[in-house]
Every structure is written in C-alpha cells, then in structure tokens.
C-alpha cells in the first residue's frame, strides 16, 4: 500500500507564507504526476498546481506568480510554496499522486492525502 501524508498547514495572515508537504511511503516503484488541489467550505475541489507526466507544471490562474510546486524524486515527496496568500486562499488543501506500485502496467494508481487546513486571515 502506498500513503500520502501533508503536512505544513496553519494559521497566516494574508501576505505570509506557507510550505505544504505531500510525503508518499510505502510500496513506490515509480511516481508519474503530482498535484495539489483544495477545497473550500461550499466549493468543489479544484487543481492549484500540478506536474504531470512529462514534467511541465501547471497551476491555476488564482495562484500563478503566488504558489510553486516542486518535488524531490529522492525523498518521495512533492512541496507548495504558497506566498503573497490572501484569504481566498483559505482551504483544505490535498496532494495526489499517480504511482506506480512495480513495473507492471497495470500496477498504477492514483492517491490521496487526507488533507492539511490552510486559513489565511488576519
């Protein structure tokens, strides 16, 4: 079994900054794409940044020149640097992962974190 973990959530006033981390352990041959997404009270869940297979990353327009994903191949694990947030930023915010568990094709599935609360308010 695979598990994604984040953590780095909390409390900012709006201007600060955060970092979010997604560590994924267990059963890991290979992680094909990453993404974080959120969600606030009432709203659907939405992508903010992601990298997909490829490499090319991508965010929404709310946060691009904000936010920046990265990922260290390494540690298993997939940051958002979140700066300049505002209160509209204000979410549940959760990583997923499309992993694969050997080599065999099949063996690919996608994952998710439970979720780490960030409130931006003064």
């Known amino acids: 079994q695979v598990q994604l973990v984040e953590s780095g959530g909390g409390l900012v006033q709006p201007g600060g900054s955060l970092r979010l981390s997604c560590a994924a352990s267990?059963?890991?041959?290979?992680?094909?794409?990453v993404g974080w997404y959120r969600q606030a009270p009432g709203k659907q869940r939405e992508l903010v940044a992601g990298?997909?297979?490829?490499?090319?990353?991508n965010y929404a327009d709310s946060v691009k020149g904000r936010f920046t994903i990265s990922k260290d191949n390494a540690k298993n694990t997939v940051y958002l640097q979140m700066n300049s947030l505002k209160p509209e930023d204000t979410a549940a915010y959760y990583c997923?992962?499309?992993?694969?568990?050997?080599?065999?094709?099949?063996?690919?599935?996608?994952?998710w974190g439970q979720g780490t609360q960030v409130t931006v308010s003064s």
């Open positions: 267990g059963r890991i041959f290979r992680i094909y794409a």
């Open positions: 990298i997909p297979r490829g490499g090319s990353t």
């Open positions: 997923s992962a499309t992993i694969a568990t050997s080599s065999r094709p099949l063996d690919e599935y996608t994952y």
